[in-house]
């Protein structure tokens, strides 16, 4: 639904909406009950801005570049969204695929090779996934890391999806330990979504850099 008021669930107006400028106008307070606004809205609107501002710094004012700003901000989205609930919504992960060849059809890469990322991304965590449940009689991950990592694919194209799903597995390894949140035996439960948007954004932005310095370690 359109934004409202988490106190008095009153609609807000597109003059109270404008991000990060009502927030400051309002000083953080609903216009009709006076209740506080969290301040989450303006640091996830503030957060947005970077997320555009960074694709474009990268690649410029080119359809790279907007491409880039896109697929950041699903994925903050994404990450946001499974960090508290445990899903994916499909809107976000579907739509993204339907972003990603709509930019590769504007040129930004040939569309065979975006459809060749989206199918291998969905297609091997599907397949490891369900393994996973030969295995141990359970789904490894849920069918919206199955999407993600469609949508990650049609940005990356097929040579990010293994690094996303190395980098988002390293992330996510790392947290179940430092967070104290269970064994790595297949019984933590985490959400993957996001550490898997949080290496798709770092390989967007530094994936050559990346390579470069493990390639030099050897």
């Not at 501002?53 to 570049?65: E, H, N, P, S």
């Not at 993204?96 to 040129?107: E, I, K, R, S, Y």
């Not at 790392?174 to 297949?186: S, T």
Request: charged content about 15%.
């Amino acid at each position: 639904p359109r934004s409202f008021c988490p106190s008095c669930e009153r609609q807000i107006r597109w003059f109270d909406n404008i991000p990060l400028l009502s927030w400051v106008l309002l000083r953080g307070r609903c216009r009709h009950c006076r209740q506080g606004i969290p301040v989450r809205y303006f640091l996830l609107e503030a957060g947005g801005a970077v997320c555009a501002l960074a694709g474009i710094a990268r690649f410029g004012w080119t359809v790279d570049g907007l491409a880039a700003a896109a697929f950041l901000l699903v994925l903050l989205d994404i990450a946001v969204v499974d960090w508290e609930h445990m899903v994916i919504p499909h809107t976000l992960s579907v739509g993204g695929m339907v972003l990603g060849l709509g930019f590769a059809l504007a040129g930004r890469c040939e569309p065979g090779h975006a459809l060749l990322g989206a199918a291998l991304g969905a297609g091997l965590v599907l397949a490891v996934s369900g393994a996973w449940r030969l295995l141990r009689g359970m789904w490894g991950m849920g069918f919206g890391d199955v999407m993600l990592m469609g949508t990650v694919g049609m940005f990356l194209g097929p040579w990010g999806v293994p690094a996303v799903l190395f980098g988002g597995a390293l992330l996510g390894t790392l947290w179940v330990f430092a967070a104290g949140r269970g064994r790595l035996d297949g019984t933590a439960k985490l959400p993957f979504g996001t550490f898997l948007a949080a290496a798709a954004a770092v390989w967007l932005l530094a994936g050559d850099a990346v390579v470069r310095w493990y390639l030099g370690r050897f």
